[in-house]
């Protein structure tokens, strides 16, 4: 009576690592030309860590299939001399799919399953008398060398010295730098433009990106701005929304000092002040860009706004974070514009 064969636990542990690992590997490859150079680099990266973790594992599920299963020795010497060959295969396969070459993506795609496929094979010698040793290690063999070696010669070859190649690379990398220098071109045109068509009647906000010192119609900018008829309200309309940052010239805009505005500027001051904390791991930058506000409190304090809450919080909030002497007269000067 044949003593029942116990079920292969391991290999079949095995094969559910491959699969997580496999689909880790083709999920962190899926988008990498739909991103970023950065975002590409990235998912190439975390694709290559998932491939080397898939191929251990898959190296060592051959193992225990030359081990407890029934391999031949041609199978064996195959299997050695191929698994590391198609990791490599696998890599430069990665890279070149990263390069726009979608044809290379076969080989992460199909080189784990194949490889896989044959570990099983032989470790279940019951398939074998249904899918004959010889054909299958013939297919089998023949996909695992097709895959490994169509991206390794690709990947030889382009290190091979090639006149017509390199001239046309050249060609393309002249016309994507004429490109973008045309978009920059046009953008700096579009730009002016529409710097031009500013006016009076125009808002505030349009001459925002326009008035910080770093820009060279910034002088220009701030004398449109004091011409614009609805800078007051749209003034109080962009400290509401937050846009404390972008008015550093607030006080250079030829406004009155309203209840409105007073109100308006102290509610996104307090805003300001609450992230500077050290649970935000920018809380310096932050306190630093608000020390640029101090032009502006200066103006309001002495046009009589009552800004003791804002200022309060805000120069508890540098106190506690500050780490110079730069900080602390920050918070010292900020103490003393409160009634």
Sequence with gaps: ?????????????????????????????????????????MALGF????????????????LVSAINGRMSTAGKIGAAILLPLSAIAGSVAMDLYGDKAEWAFA?????????AAFALWARLPALQTRLRPTPTMAVLGAIVIVLTATPLLVALLATLPNPERDARQAALER???????????????????????LGPDSSLRDYLQYLPGGDSRSREALDGARLVKSRQAD???LLKAGRLEALTDLFRLDLKVTPELCKAYDEALASAASRVTKARSDYLSIAIDLEQQ??????????????????????????????????????????GYRH
């Design 175 to 197: 016309a994507r730098e004429e490109k973008l220098q045309q978009e920059e071109k046009d953008a700096l045109k579009n730009e002016a433009e529409a710097f031009a068509k």
């Design 107 to 115: 080989a992460p795609l199909l080189l784990p399953p194949t490889i």
């Design 1 to 41: 009576m044949d003593t029942p064969q116990k079920p292969p636990v391991g290999t079949i542990v095995l094969l559910l690592i491959a699969g997580v690992l496999y689909c880790g590997m083709l999920g962190s490859l899926s988008g990498v030309n739909e991103t970023d150079a950065m975002g590409r680099g």
């Design 235 to 237: 003034a109080v309309d």
């Design 294 to 335: 101090l032009p502006n409190i200066n103006w309001l304090v002495e046009g009589g706004c009552k800004l003791d809450a804002s200022l309060g919080l805000l120069a508890d909030n540098v106190h506690a974070v500050s780490d110079s002497q730069r900080m602390d007269k920050f918070a010292a000067t900020l103490q």
């Design 47 to 62: 694709g290559a860590i998932f491939g080397v973790a898939l191929w251990l594992v898959l190296a060592v599920l051959l």
